[in-house]
Structures are given as structure tokens and as C-alpha cells.
């Protein structure tokens, strides 16, 4: 997809420090970059190079050392934690490995949730549910738990929950890592299909190269620092 100028996430000499005994580990030095709306960014990198710490920054999960971050023009660099909660469940949408579904709620529950915790909602947390899951091939799963679903449609029901408050980031972290391939296939169109329809901005921390060669552009992090930045054909 062609940049259109539209700029979701900045950072700026982004550097982040992490104390191990008695040195301190720098994860990220000096990381300068831009991602634009509806972009579908893979971030790859050996492990210790800092593409989880990066996307923890970015989506205001932690604090950056050094540098700025601004996300859909908003400076988030020395929020407090509440002004990060309200920038989280506004801006930003999380998909993580592990599903991080609740258990004992319904696919339908789930993804309502983040909707009845926003402090102005936007949508009918049940609506806007049943149309996400509905939109993602789960019409007929709504009503089931998790532990009632495939790995792949956990990761859907997810994508769905992520969505929920209609934000315009999403952020992967190893989205495919825990599933098979087929399920990982399916999971990425799902990403491709929610930036088709709303122009939504993805960021995906991954190790998998089939995935990173189907974004558009995939960052290279390598100890810290931001090596390459490549266009995919």
C-alpha cells in the first residue's frame, strides 16, 4: 500500500535502558522511524534486538528512557498511567500470542468488553461484538468459550476484541507464533482483510518470514538500533 502521508506512529531517538544486575542493557538506541495510516508494518529482528520493547513502547505498555513517541499525533512520550490507559483503550488495539482471552467468557463477551470499559462508548458493546466476530467468520462461534475453539479462531476472536473501540493501531506481537500454518494464513488475511475495510494501521512483531514478507515494509532491528527498512513488491 502506497504511504499516504498520514502519520499514526513517530518516534524520535527513541532509547530505551533496562537494568540486568549490576550493567544496564540498552534494548533500544536512538530508534528514529514513521509508520503511516493503513500501512501493515512487520518488525523482524534476532531475539535481544528489541522489537518487543519497541512495540511495548510504542503502545504505551512502558516508558522510553530517552526520545519521543507520538501515536495518531499524540505526544505519549511522559503520559502518566492514566492518560496511557485512556490513549490504550482509544488508540491502540493489542493481539498477543497467547490470545489472552478470558476463559470463562464467550467469544461475544470477550470482544465486548473493552467497549463497556471505555469511558465515552462509542458503539452497543453486543452489536459492535456480533458485527466484528461476524466480519471475521465467527458468526456461528459467538457463543462458544474458548476453550471451545481452534487456536486460529481464538486469534480471530482477538483480532476482534482489539478492534472493538475502532482504533486506528493495531499491534501484533508474534500473532502467528502459537498457531499452525494454515491458521496462521488465515489469521494474517484477517489483518488484511480489517485494513482492506477500515484502513487501520498494523504494526506485527514477528520471527515468522512469510508473514513479515506479506506486509508492506518490514523494519529491521538489530541490537537496538533500526538496520533496514525494506518495501515489499
Known sequence: MAQNGNIVISTRNLAKDLPLGKTVVHALRGVDMDIYAGEIVGIVGPSGSGKSTLLGLIGGLDQPTSG??????VDISRMNEDQLTEIRNEKIGFIFQF???????TA???VALPIQFARKPRFNPEKRAKELLEGLGLGDRMRHRPSELSGGQQQ???IARALANDPPLLLADEPTGNLDQESGVMVLQALEDVR???GTTVVIVTHD????QRSDR??????GQLAHSTVNA
Open 68 to 73: 519521543t513517541i507520538m501515536i495518531d499525533g
Open 218 to 223: 518490514v523494519l529491521t532491528l538489530v541490537d
Open 99 to 105: 490470545f489472552n482471552l478470558i476463559p470463562t467468557l
Open 196 to 198: 482492506q475495510r477500515s
Open 156 to 158: 480471530r476472536v482477538a
Open 108 to 110: 461475544l463477551e470477550n
Open 209 to 212: 518470514h512469510d508473514l513479515a
